[in-house]
């Protein structure tokens, strides 16, 4: 046998004649001639180079195998043709994403939704401070990236979607949340509990530090969010954090500051010059579809137009 000779459409000929018993059937089931359909089995029987029919459109010996064969063939294909089809919307198949650190506390709260919906999707997660997934976005490692202070460049596309306030964090026993609002000035002289230089978190403070030409006289660098939370509540300083590494933390003094908390927020990050995988384009829609429905209603912001625009480009589809 000939395999180079066989095409699908051979064989879904020879199927429908199997099933139905009869030429002129399958020729109205599938929209041809019935000379055509002959022809069809004619070049089959050739292909296969046996007698595959008898005079009352059995199949014979051979021809009983290859029917089983072929109706294999045809339905694998067409779970494959389910599986595209899956696939092309979003809903199989598999994307990377890198996130830095303290976004670790809100990264369930949008994966557990979209897994719920979308469970034929298989997510693998980088965690690491800003600097690993800094290096990680530079080499493009991983399809989408989540950041609180996103990298700029000439390919890099980020949409903002939730709020990220950063606050002051005291011990539970600090002067300042026992006294009416006090002004940070006051606290200069307090040690400060910073993440290492580069943090997101750290870049937003300083910023916000050197716009006031205020300066901290003591500081101390912790390379971890649950070190410095710790350390706060033993009294060894004070610290500025993202409000949602502190869900469910009563243990803190939290002052009352007119300045704080500080704006922040949430980024999407990807390349524009990476095609991302369909998996990956339908996270980025859920989230901005239905991000309300799984996060505080207060933090949404879905500020994700261009982002969108630019997974939405036929140019860009995977």
């Known amino acids: 046998m000939n395999v180079r000779h066989l095409t699908f459409r051979l064989l879904q000929v020879y199927v429908t004649v199997v099933r139905l018993g009869s030429v002129s ?12 359909v002959s022809q069809q089995l004619k070049r089959l029987a050739e292909a296969v ?3 595959l029919l008898d005079t009352r459109m059995k199949p014979t010996f051979i021809g009983t195998e290859l ?3 072929a109706l294999e063939s045809l339905s694998r294909f067409e779970d494959f043709g ?3 089809q899956d696939a092309r919307q979003g809903t199989r198949g598999s994307f990377s994403i890198g996130v830095v650190t303290t976004a670790k506390y809100i990264l369930p709260r949008l994966l557990g939704p979209f897994n719920r919906q979308f469970p034929g999707v298989e997510v693998s997660i980088s965690v690491g401070n800003r600097g690993y997934i800094l290096e990680r ?13 996103p990298p700029t460049g000439e390919h890099t596309l980020s949409g903002r979607f939730i709020h990220n306030p950063l606050v002051l964090i005291t011990p539970p026993d600090h002067w300042a949340v026992k006294k ?3 002004t940070f000035a006051e606290l200069l ?24 030409n205020l300066q901290l006289k003591r500081v101390m660098q912790v390379e971890s969010n649950e070190v410095i939370r710790m350390s706060v509540e033993q009294g060894l300083g004070l610290a500025v954090l993202s409000e949602h590494t502190l869900e469910g933390e009563h243990r803190l003094g939290r002052p009352a500051l007119p300045e704080f908390p500080l704006s922040s927020h949430w980024y999407l990050v990807c390349h524009g010059n990476r095609r991302l995988p369909y998996a990956a384009a339908n996270f980025v829609r859920f989230i901005n579809d239905h991000l309300a429905a799984c996060v505080k209603e207060s933090y949404i912001d879905k500020d994700l137009a261009a982002l969108l625009g630019h997974i939405n480009k036929p140019g860009n589809k995977p």
């Open 25 to 36: 059937r399958a020729a109205a089931e599938l929209h041809l001639t019935q000379p055509t």
């Open 180 to 182: 009416p609002p006090v």
């Open 49 to 51: 180079g046996e007698p």
């Open 189 to 212: 002289n307090e040690r400060f509990l910073l993440r290492e230089p580069g943090s997101a978190t750290r870049l937003v403070f300083e910023e916000w530090l050197r716009k006031r």
């Open 82 to 84: 389910g599986f595209l």
């Open 137 to 149: 976005h530079r080499h493009q490692q991983d399809d989408v990236y989540l950041f609180s202070h």
């Open 67 to 69: 029917y089983h064969a």
